[in-house]
């Protein structure tokens, strides 16, 4: 895949969307590579996203999974882990569940991955495993949930995964 704004997944998801597989796919240049975005007015269940033996070269966001989305077509690197208030539960709030990621590489990237929930709907069940990512800003987390196994985010500012509220991101060799 070459430019633009990768796979993407949603933003209208009020009528849910099932297992989404990503599979041995090379991309190179571009704002995103493999996003989901939604927002509370818009949502439903969503996932699980499969993501395996895929490989990006100079895509600004190799990852992103946010469920506050409004229109912007990537991210922007600022108050990406900033709280945000806790709304009701509604009929169109957002659950994302099973972001699985596995044997994954990028290189020239702007942020490694941007995992951003909602304080009333973690994303949940994320999954890392076999991740290497070289990035100016590493992964951005908020309101998240998951495992990160055998992952090397290399952010040439900051560190490796930078956690805002509730980001639980458990990590394992």
């Given at each position: 895949?070459?430019?633009?704004?990768?796979?993407?997944?949603?933003?209208?998801?009020?009528?849910?969307?099932?297992?989404?597989?990503?599979?041995?796919?090379?991309?190179?240049?571009?704002?995103?590579?493999?996003?989901?975005?939604?927002?509370?007015?818009?949502?439903?269940?969503?996932?699980?996203?499969?993501?395996?033996?895929?490989?990006?070269?100079?895509?600004?966001?190799?990852?992103?999974?946010t469920?506050?989305?409004?229109?912007?077509?990537?991210?922007?690197?600022?108050?990406?882990?900033?709280?945000?208030?806790?709304?009701?539960?509604?009929?169109?709030?957002?659950y994302?569940?099973?972001?699985?990621?596995?044997?994954?590489?990028?290189?020239?990237?702007?942020?490694?991955?941007?995992?951003?929930?909602?304080?009333?709907?973690?994303?949940?069940?994320?999954?890392?495993?076999?991740?290497?990512?070289?990035?100016?800003?590493?992964i951005?987390?908020?309101?998240?949930?998951?495992?990160?196994?055998n992952?090397k985010?290399?952010?040439?500012?900051?560190?490796?995964?930078?956690?805002?509220?509730?980001?639980?991101l458990?990590?394992?060799?």
């Amino acid at each position: 895949m070459l430019s633009g704004h990768g796979i993407s997944v949603g933003s209208e998801t009020a009528n849910g969307i099932g297992q989404v597989e990503v599979l041995k796919v090379k991309f190179k240049d571009g704002e995103n590579g493999v996003r989901i975005k939604s927002a509370r007015d818009r949502g439903n269940k969503i996932g699980p996203l499969i993501v395996d033996k895929v490989e990006m070269d100079n895509v600004q966001t190799p990852i992103l999974v946010t469920l506050t989305y409004a229109g912007q077509s990537g991210a922007a690197g600022l108050g990406l882990v900033d709280p945000l208030d806790k709304e009701e539960i509604s009929a169109t709030t957002p659950y994302v569940k099973g972001v699985r990621i596995t044997n994954f590489k990028a290189q020239n990237a702007n942020i490694a991955a941007l995992l951003s929930g909602l304080p009333e709907s973690h994303v949940l069940e994320v999954y890392f495993e076999n991740v290497e990512i070289e990035s100016k800003l590493g992964i951005q987390a908020r309101y998240v949930e998951g495992t990160i196994v055998n992952t090397k985010i290399k952010a040439q500012e900051g560190e490796g995964i930078v956690r805002g509220p509730e980001a639980y991101l458990k990590e394992a060799r």
